[in-house]
């Protein structure tokens, strides 16, 4: 089998609620409701936007996260065109949707190689601006193995936690000897050490959350 993820711009209504910040939004449909995981510091505002595109039945807040259950569905009130494309192709379409920066990111699964080349073609055809983020062959998953993409184990961090990480991996902070102290790493990003160190555990348990389960 084979695998690709491709990130698709459009206009929908949760592809535009991510445009211009860092929020990111994964979508499990059901037949009659979506249910959305929203993290990132505009979150407040995916939840306006979905709230006046599909309704909320209801929502529940952690910190910079969210977990939103949709009045109705998205595809009630907008035609998802890839859907149509997947299907004349023969392709598996694997949940969760993401969205971020302005972009659909779907992941497919396909027999053939040439199904998902074909079906590639075919929407930047239909005039689609389509790009393709990851393509790979995949095995049958055995037990409780999962197909694993890189995707998948990477958590959505905001920005501050992304930035701290970023720093304390650069500056050889999980290096022996350390080779960075949470105090530098503060004043780079130019907060208080405590607020520094906030942002470094979320993201790390983020990190460890996500792919735990899959090497442990």
């Not at 000897?177 to 990003?189: F, K, L, N, Q, V």
Request: glycine content about 8%; overall charge negative; some cysteine.
């Amino acid at each position: 089998m084979y695998e690709a993820s491709l990130r698709i711009r459009d206009d929908s209504a949760y592809a535009a609620a991510t445009a211009g910040n860092a929020a990111s939004v994964e979508l499990w449909c059901n037949e009659h409701c979506d249910m959305l995981h929203v993290s990132g510091e505009a979150g407040s505002d995916v939840l306006d936007r979905v709230r006046d595109t599909v309704g909320v039945a209801a929502s529940v807040e952690r910190g910079d996260e969210l977990v939103v259950v949709t009045a109705d569905c998205l595809r009630d009130h907008e035609i998802d065109h890839i859907e149509g494309y997947v299907r004349n192709h023969g392709l598996l379409l694997v949940p969760p949707l993401r969205y971020r920066g302005g972009a659909k990111v779907c992941r497919l699964l396909a027999v053939s190689a040439d199904d998902l080349t074909a079906c590639f073609r075919d929407l930047v055809d239909s005039g689609f601006d389509v790009s393709v983020e990851s393509k790979r062959a995949v095995s049958f998953a055995s037990g409780s193995g999962p197909l694993l993409a890189p995707a998948d184990a990477m958590p959505a961090l905001t920005g501050r936690q992304r930035e701290a990480l970023r720093l304390a991996h650069a500056g050889g902070y999980y290096d022996l000897p350390r080779g960075i102290e949470t105090a530098t790493i503060a004043d780079e990003m130019g907060v208080s050490r405590r607020t520094a160190e906030e942002h470094l555990r979320r993201a790390e348990r983020k990190v460890m959350d996500s792919v735990a389960q899959y090497v442990l």
